[in-house]
């Protein structure tokens, strides 16, 4: 899928070093969703009521007790994502197992949103003392990564928490280290196994440890 303007101005203006790329979704990878999503919807007198791994569907009235349809969703997700910065925080260990990392390779934010919210993500994230690269998309992650790293002869890895995501990515950087990751709320004991071809990690310090191997095996292009 061709990039839209937004994204190809984003990817020209990061510059990689000669050394591995972590490419890093954000919403319950870096910063907690889900569980301050919940908050937020109750001061809106909403709930989410955890049967599948999804928000349409799973969102309901506390008024009248209907579920909220697929564009009152998005609209409280965009509302959400409009004052982040009131409600997210860091995910368990995610800021000092990136520190870490930042040492022997780039860092580039990956975050599933309309771009429009993307500075005001990046002075969350750098209030946390994450100022590494973001760009912000709608769009599949895969052809994203892909121009990212282009055709270099370096390792690379993914993290996100969606397989779609992690499959997107499979598709268009197939020698990408695939890595899923989730924060533990109430949708995760929903979510399906991501499929072969995917590294699941139970924690940031897991998902380190494989990294760590993927770098150590050499280079690779992807």
């Avoid at 990878?29 to 791994?53: G, M, N, Q, Y």
């Avoid at 969703?73 to 997210?88: G, H, I, S, Y």
């Avoid at 209030?127 to 002869?153: F, N, S």
Wanted: charged share 25%.
């Amino acid at each position: 899928m061709t990039q839209t303007a937004g994204n190809l101005r984003d990817l020209h203006g990061i510059r990689l070093a000669d050394r591995p790329l972590i490419v890093c979704d954000v919403d319950d990878v870096v910063l907690d969703f889900v569980t301050p999503f919940i908050a937020f919807l109750k001061k809106r007198e909403h709930e989410l009521r955890p049967v599948s791994f999804r928000l349409t569907g799973n969102v309901y009235s506390l008024k009248d007790g209907l579920p909220a349809d697929r564009d009152a969703v998005k609209a409280f997700t965009d509302a959400f994502f409009a004052e982040q910065d009131l409600w997210q925080n860091a995910a368990e260990a995610a800021v000092e197992t990136l520190d870490d990392l930042a040492r022997e390779a780039d860092i580039v934010f990956l975050t599933a949103m309309p771009p429009r919210h993307r500075d005001l993500r990046r002075r969350v994230l750098k209030g946390l003392g994450l100022t590494h690269p973001i760009i912000a998309t709608e769009e599949p992650k895969g052809p994203t990564v892909h121009a990212l790293h282009g055709g270099r002869d370096l390792p690379l890895a993914f993290v996100d928490d969606l397989y779609v995501n992690l499959h997107s990515v499979r598709d268009h950087a197939p020698a990408a280290l695939l890595v899923n990751l989730s924060s533990r709320h109430v949708l995760a004991p929903f979510a399906p196994h991501p499929g072969d071809g995917v590294t699941i990690a139970a924690d940031w310090h897991e998902a380190a440890r494989h990294i760590r191997a993927h770098f150590s095996g050499g280079r690779g292009d992807a």
